[in-house]
């Protein structure tokens, strides 16, 4: 079956702008998760879903950081006003929610941000 | 706070040799996950295996073995007869809590090359 798609896959943006990534998870899947890769701080966690809540959006690193879930499906995270600090992948990953144990997350390709 | 160290930065080896990747993990749970992810050149994480805190045997899957060590709070994986397509970053991930899904914290990574 189809996996974790994201788009877009690459997306050069100016500082200051606003830039939205998206994430369709695997079909069935409740939970979805936003991590952030980069060079210097490896693989931070964001923000996760359940269905259309986010009981944990702790790895937010700031304000500007916002993300949604509408339908139980697709997640857009937003960045407002872009800082060169914000250049790293971005991966999205859903698992199942058996609300019994952890269940394995797997993961798309990734959106690779670049703000100059 | 649950943290991973993966104390190993780079290795590389020629191909054919045995490789182990160390992992080492510190929570105050006594329930948890571990995970090992693969990242290849190609840039998406793909899901190696999953491990809750009571299951200690090890496990052999073809050319891969883990050895779960609650003693040492290790998690070290084994690659047997190791070829050029094994070439990757590998990620030990921990998650803390039971009975519900939660965030993945990842150790920086180790990155093998095996050499022809």
């Known amino acids: 079956g189809a996996g974790v798609s994201q788009s877009p896959s690459n997306k050069v943006t100016e500082k200051g702008k606003d830039v939205e990534l998206r994430c369709d998870p695997i079909s069935g899947h409740t939970a979805l998760y936003w991590y952030r890769q980069s060079l210097g701080q490896g693989l931070e966690f964001l923000i996760y879903f359940q269905g259309n809540s986010a009981p944990d959006k702790s790895g937010l690193p700031s304000d500007r950081f916002s993300a949604e879930r509408t339908g139980g499906s697709v997640s857009t995270l937003t960045i407002q006003r872009t800082q060169q600090e914000d250049s790293a992948v971005y991966l999205c990953a859903s698992s199942l929610a058996s609300g019994a144990h952890q269940e394995t997350q797997y993961f798309g390709p990734g959106t690779r941000l670049l703000v100059l | 706070a649950q943290k991973v160290t993966q104390a190993q930065t780079e290795i590389s080896v020629v191909e054919k040799e045995d490789v182990t990747l160390d992992c080492v993990y510190e929570?105050?749970?006594?329930?948890?996950?571990l995970f090992w992810y693969k990242q290849p050149p190609s840039g998406e994480l793909v899901f190696l295996i999953r491990?809750?805190?009571?299951?200690?045997q090890n496990e052999i899957s073809g050319r891969y073995s883990w050895n779960f060590q609650k003693s040492t709070s290790s998690f070290n994986f084994t690659i047997t007869a190791s070829q050029v397509v094994d070439s990757a970053v590998y990620f030990c991930a921990l998650s803390e809590e039971a009975g519900a899904n939660s965030k993945l914290t990842f150790g920086k990574g180790i990155t093998l090359s095996v050499r022809p």
């Open positions: 929570t105050r749970d006594t329930t948890y996950y």
């Open positions: 491990r809750n805190s009571f299951d200690e």
